[in-house]
T-cell receptor
Framework: QQQVKQSPQSLIVQKGGISIINCAYE??????FPWYQQFPGKGPALLIA?????SEKKEGRFTISFNKSAKQFSLHIMDSQPGDSATYFC????????????FGKGTMLLVSP | EAQVTQNPRYLITVTGKKLTVTCSQN?????MSWYRQDPGLGLRQIYY???????DKGDVPEGYKVSRKEKRNFPLILESPSPNQTSLYFC???????????????FGNGTRLTVT
């Protein structure tokens, strides 16, 4: 089983602070790294994704930083808001016929007012 | 509205009583998949289907069955549920395998199953 290791398991950040969630992978054939966001009572939804040919991707307050040599990638949430409180999953996949997404174990983020 | 619909949302049953959780998508997606979500274990794939009549095991297929007779439907069957199958279940679909940014996974809102 190809693994994606995610940390921390839970995170509390004050409103306006920076939330950082980290993921590490083993398989160098992975070439797609998405982050999914899940609100209570809902299914996960794609938040942002990156390919390994770039080191950073930014969408609004959300940024993925990617370190290919270290086989690590992270999600940064700038100016965290209470509405960002959710569970975040990193994932990885490779471009092969029967490969599917491998998810990390998730991080529960609570942004306190 | 494009969506993945799971039913029921909540289900309480007893050990050994066969049950089916339905999943339907209206986006004409070829790929569908079932996941279970457990605290501390994240999302684990149970089964997936690349297309009609094509299904394959995921990471935790024991105790589950699926079928894909129509493109839009992908039911999850527990023929003899056990308490260790108590979990939150998600169905997902995508045009590809959900592994590209232009074909993300679309998840349903989940089915919370309790087996006593």
């Amino acid at each position: 089983q190809q693994q994606v290791k995610q940390s921390p398991q839970s995170l509390i950040v004050q409103k306006g602070g920076i939330s950082i969630i980290n993921c590490a992978y083993e398989n160098t054939a992975f070439d797609y790294f998405p982050w999914y966001q899940q609100f209570p009572g809902k299914g996960p939804a794609l938040l942002i994704a990156i390919r390994p040919d770039v080191s950073e991707k930014k969408e609004g307050r959300f940024t993925i930083s990617f370190n290919k040599s270290a086989k690590q990638f992270s999600l940064h949430i700038m100016d965290s808001q209470p509405g960002d409180s959710a569970t975040y999953f990193c994932a990885a996949s490779m471009d092969s016929g029967y490969s599917t997404l491998t998810f990390g174990k998730g991080t529960m983020l609570l942004v306190s007012p | 509205e494009a969506q993945v619909t799971q039913n029921p949302r909540y289900l309480i049953t007893v050990t050994g009583k066969k049950l089916t959780v339905t999943c339907s998508q209206n986006m004409n997606h070829e790929y569908m998949s079932w996941y279970r979500q457990d605290p501390g274990l994240g999302l684990r794939q149970i089964y997936y289907s690349m297309n009609v009549e094509v299904t394959d095991k995921g990471d935790v297929p024991e105790g589950y069955k699926v079928s894909r007779k129509e493109k839009r439907n992908f039911p999850l069957i527990l023929e003899s549920p056990s308490p260790n199958q108590t979990s939150l279940y998600f169905c997902a679909s995508s045009q590809g395998k959900g592994d590209r940014v232009n074909s993300p996974l679309h998840f349903g809102n989940g089915t919370r199953l309790t087996v006593t």
